[in-house]
């Protein structure tokens, strides 16, 4: 970090004098080749994602999430009309274009407009989604919003420090690990510490080219295989390999 000394000899974080607080997350739907990420409405979005994670048998994606898996349609329905639409979380569908179905959830968090920070939460990508060119895609769209066309500063990604699934997918998209908080949460009646992940603005132009070139058609052959990992490009960036 960038330090000064101020008047007194201490040490003191980069003046800002052009700051201002940034806007909150529009309403809008966020569009791209593959999907579109758009506000969370049940009675558009319901049925295609009762569905699409019921496709999760054993309920594995809801272990590390506060809510889910649900028993019943009522439980679903309840869960979503009670959680979903709200403005912090703000829950967003991602949409898969060719199906027009949408097949897994992300929030925008903790959202602080003031200080220009903002997190990505509450993931669950369905059967459908996970591993796929559209999850990467929807991570993309949700960080460009929040940096390219908001101006944020910091985009978060936290999870249990034990799912391994999503500490590597953190890593994979950018983010830079920053520590663990211990004992930081109650859930599920268990213990949680938490990883905390980041992305800052001026890191963001070097890891939006690596999903741009990434996500490029180029970048996939005829048989949908990628040429280049999304890890190596960012590998490339940190300066520790490729």
């Given at each position: 970090?960038?330090?000064?000394?101020?008047?007194?000899?201490?040490?003191?974080?980069?003046?800002?004098?052009?700051?201002?607080?940034?806007?909150?997350?529009?309403r809008?739907?966020?569009e791209?080749?593959?999907?579109?990420?758009?506000?969370?409405?049940?009675?558009?979005?319901?049925d295609?994602?009762?569905?699409?994670?019921?496709?999760?048998?054993?309920?594995r994606n809801?272990?590390?999430?506060?809510?889910?898996?649900f028993?019943?349609?009522?439980?679903?329905?309840?869960?979503?009309?009670?959680?979903?639409?709200?403005?912090?979380?703000?829950?967003?569908?991602?949409?898969?274009?060719?199906?027009d179905?949408?097949?897994?959830?992300?929030?925008?968090?903790?959202i602080?407009p003031a200080?220009?920070?903002i997190?990505?939460?509450?993931?669950?990508?369905?059967?459908?989604?996970?591993?796929s060119v559209?999850?990467?895609?929807?991570?993309?769209?949700?960080l460009?919003?929040?940096?390219d066309?908001?101006?944020?500063?910091?985009?978060?990604?936290?999870?249990?420090?034990?799912n391994?699934?999503?500490?590597?997918?953190?890593?994979r998209?950018?983010?830079?690990?920053?520590?663990?908080f211990?004992?930081?949460?109650?859930?599920?009646?268990?213990?949680?510490?938490?990883?905390?992940f980041?992305?800052i603005?001026?890191?963001?132009?070097?890891?939006?080219?690596?999903?741009?070139?990434?996500?490029?058609?180029q970048?996939?052959?005829?048989?949908?295989?990628?040429?280049?990992?999304?890890s190596?490009?960012?590998?490339?960036?940190?300066?520790d390999?490729?």
């Open positions: 970090m960038d330090t000064r000394l101020n008047a007194l000899g201490q040490p003191v974080g980069p003046p800002l004098p052009e700051w201002r607080a940034v806007a909150r997350p529009p809008e739907a966020i791209g080749a593959r999907c579109r990420v758009v506000p969370i409405d049940p009675a558009r979005h319901a295609d994602l009762h569905e699409a994670f019921g496709r999760d048998s054993e309920g809801f272990t590390y999430l506060g809510a889910g898996p028993a019943t349609r009522a439980e679903f329905d309840s869960w979503m009309n009670g959680a979903c639409l709200g403005e912090d979380p703000m829950f967003h569908a991602i949409i898969d274009r060719r199906l179905k949408a097949i897994g959830v992300a929030a925008y968090m903790r602080d200080n220009g920070v997190e990505v939460g509450h993931i669950n990508f369905s059967p459908l989604l996970q591993r559209i999850a990467t895609e929807a991570i993309f769209l949700m460009h919003r929040a940096f066309e908001l101006g944020y500063r910091r985009f978060e990604w936290k999870c249990d420090a034990l391994a699934p999503s500490r590597r997918a953190a890593a998209f950018g983010f830079v690990y920053e520590g663990l211990r004992q930081a949460v109650v859930y599920r009646g268990r213990s949680r510490d938490t990883a905390w980041s992305i603005d001026r890191e963001w132009p070097g890891i939006r080219s690596a999903y741009e070139v990434w996500l490029s058609p970048n996939f052959d005829a048989q949908g295989k990628q040429k280049v990992a999304l190596t490009l960012m590998a490339r960036l940190r300066g390999g490729g």
